[in-house]
């Protein structure tokens, strides 16, 4: 192979990787030099440009979108990984080996996002930590904004296209079906579905 199909190689598995990323922690060990090399420089422009705090084995497409203002930071675990089109904005913490796949979107509002180790987020599900005021004396946009946070506990597997709404913690173990729009809080090993969701089963060892 010579150098030019051997560059347009890359490139095209940069972009596999920035979607499913989590192939990145199988690569074979002549991928895995110009992957790694090709992660940590994208990873250093983040910390540099964001209040961003990375830690070690991770994957972050360059195509997903993190903003973190000062006071608002994103703090990623060991061997999370980010895929592409997601955008995050702070406050954001992940814990280790925690993945978000391609086209989530996570807000922090004041309070923040808080994912535990070893969560799945399937794609284009959402989850916004804040909400508006919605009297009828003056429009939406006028109203006071507020912020409860949101906490996603540990081996939790969120079904894709499914929303969170403010305020809602979801117990360690748990499962969100596909779809399901989350508006109140879910205890340990439960497994819940639907608009709004609602217990369908557990998840009990």
Known sequence: ??????ER???QH??????MPWLYA????????????WQEEWQAYLMDMETILIGKNCFIAPEARLFAEPG??????DNSYIAAD????????LGQSVSINHHVSLDGGRKGILIGDNTRIAAYSYAYAFNHGMEADQPVKDQPVT???IHIGCDVWVGANAGIVDGVSIGDHAVIGMGSIVTRSIANHTKVAGNPARTIGTRHP
């Open 26 to 37: 199988r690569l074979k060990p002549a991928q895995r030099v110009w992957a790694q090399a």
């Open 1 to 6: 192979m010579n150098d030019q199909n051997t």
């Open 86 to 93: 997601c955008v995050l904005h702070g406050p954001i913490t």
């Open 9 to 11: 190689y890359r490139q």
């Open 147 to 149: 912020s409860e946070g």
């Open 72 to 77: 608002r930071p994103i703090v990623i675990g």
């Open 14 to 19: 940069k972009l596999r990787l920035s979607y």
